[in-house]
């Protein structure tokens, strides 16, 4: 069967379609939504509280075995970036409140929690569905310079390696 077009200028068409849509998703930089919520010490965490500092954040939740498994050497990282008072580190989860501090109880994450939170976490989720644990970091512009929703070893060392290469 004949084509009524050229497949070369299909296929060009395709590409150049694909590119444009490609370059426009990516034309706006992600910014960090609104935020304000209380973490499960009572601590108020808002916006313009996080303005002109680096915001490291973790979407996790309790049932997530490789959000649990990379929590201790996430907690080094929070401990070593403890004194500066330029870079926070939220943990956000949609669960109740008390099934995450019995988690905590037995598991520690030195990060400020926010639980109950299904809008602030679906708001903050990259792509349609929304994988654990997903780790992103903003400037202190609330620009997203990092996101990254896959499992892996050494994300704290991926985490501090970007926050020392971009806050030089």
């Known amino acids: 069967m004949k084509s009524l077009v050229p497949l070369s200028a299909l296929s060009r068409f395709c590409w150049l379609l694909a590119i444009l849509i490609v370059?426009?998703?990516?034309?706006?930089?992600?910014?960090?939504?609104?935020?304000?919520?209380?973490?499960?010490?009572?601590?108020?965490?808002?916006?313009?509280?996080?303005?002109?500092?680096?915001?490291?954040?973790?979407?996790?939740?309790?049932?997530?075995?490789?959000?649990?498994?990379?929590?201790?050497?996430?907690?080094?990282?929070?401990?070593?970036?403890?004194?500066?008072?330029?870079?926070?580190?939220?943990?956000?989860t949609d669960e109740p409140t008390d099934v995450v501090e019995a988690t905590l109880s037995v598991q520690p994450f030195n990060y400020r929690v926010i639980a109950d939170a299904k809008t602030l976490k679906k708001s903050l989720q990259s792509g349609v569905v929304g994988y654990i644990p997903e780790h992103q970091i903003y400037d202190p512009t609330g620009r997203q310079i990092f996101s990254v929703s896959e499992p892996g070893p050494n994300i704290a060392a991926v985490i501090d390696s970007i926050l020392k290469k971009n806050r030089n």
């Open 23 to 92: 370059g426009a998703c990516g034309n706006d930089p992600v910014q960090l939504p609104a935020v304000q919520a209380k973490t499960i010490s009572g601590e108020s965490i808002t916006n313009q509280k996080l303005v002109g500092k680096w915001v490291v954040i973790k979407l996790w939740a309790t049932w997530c075995g490789p959000c649990l498994a990379e929590m201790d050497e996430l907690n080094a990282l929070q401990e070593q970036y403890a004194r500066d008072t330029n870079v926070v580190f939220i943990g956000i």
